[in-house]
């Protein structure tokens, strides 16, 4: 697997992923702390102050580079509008595997960008960063963020169940391989 240490942006029919920058810090707090958000993803922060810290750590590494995550913000092309961010991941221990995830803001959900700028990761994973897999993780209960990985090709590999506390909670992996080189 490759790192990538030339990124400009990804560029789709409606959307452009960029890195993600300090400034973007507010916005993506307020749409990260909204409770039916913040309930289905892992984040330990939303206030601004712990998504500026995490956009800055993250801007020390390269998209493909070991270590952990890489934001992009997600934009409207034709607005500039940040309608949300996604990020990817080499897997720890597992070569060739990059791990991917997003978050759309409420007020632009159901008009398809996740599944646009998820569908931009992958062909950037393989493509760019010659990855063999890329997966994604949900709550099992997440029906739109699964129906996102089913409509860019992932399937389902694995369901597990954890503990948070005292509640029981259950997840499932999505993935998708790439296709032989020549």
């Known amino acids: 697997m490759r790192t990538d240490d030339g990124f400009d942006s990804l560029v789709?029919?409606?959307?452009?992923?960029?890195?993600?920058?300090?400034?973007?810090?507010?916005?993506?707090s307020a749409y990260r702390s909204d409770p039916d958000v913040h309930r289905q993803q892992g984040w330990d922060r939303t206030d601004p102050e712990g998504v500026r810290a995490e956009i800055e750590e993250?801007?020390?590494?390269?998209?493909?580079?070991?270590?952990?995550?890489?934001?992009?913000?997600?934009?409207?092309?034709t607005s500039?509008?940040?309608?949300?961010?996604?990020?990817?991941?080499?897997?720890?221990?597992e070569p060739g595997v990059i791990k991917v995830g997003y978050t759309i803001a409420p007020i632009y959900q159901g008009r398809g960008y996740a599944t646009e700028a998820v569908r931009a990761l992958v062909d950037y994973s393989f493509g760019t960063l010659e990855a063999?897999?890329?997966?994604?993780?949900?709550?099992?209960?997440?029906?739109?963020?699964?129906?996102?990985?089913?409509?860019?090709?992932?399937r389902l590999v694995e369901r597990f169940s954890g503990r948070d506390g005292g509640e029981v909670w259950v997840g499932v992996r999505y993935e998708v391989a790439s296709q032989p080189r020549p």
Do not use: C
Not at 80 to 93: E, I, K, Y
Not at 132 to 141: G, T
């Open 12 to 28: 789709t029919e409606r959307l452009v992923l960029r890195r993600s920058h300090v400034g973007d810090a507010d916005t993506i």
């Open 58 to 77: 993250m801007a020390t590494r390269e998209p493909g580079e070991p270590g952990g995550w890489v934001q992009f913000s997600v934009e409207e092309r």
């Open 80 to 93: 500039g509008l940040l309608v949300g961010d996604v990020g990817l991941s080499p897997a720890d221990g």
């Open 132 to 154: 063999d897999v890329v997966r994604a993780y949900a709550d099992a209960e997440n029906t739109r963020s699964i129906r996102v990985m089913e409509k860019t090709g992932m």
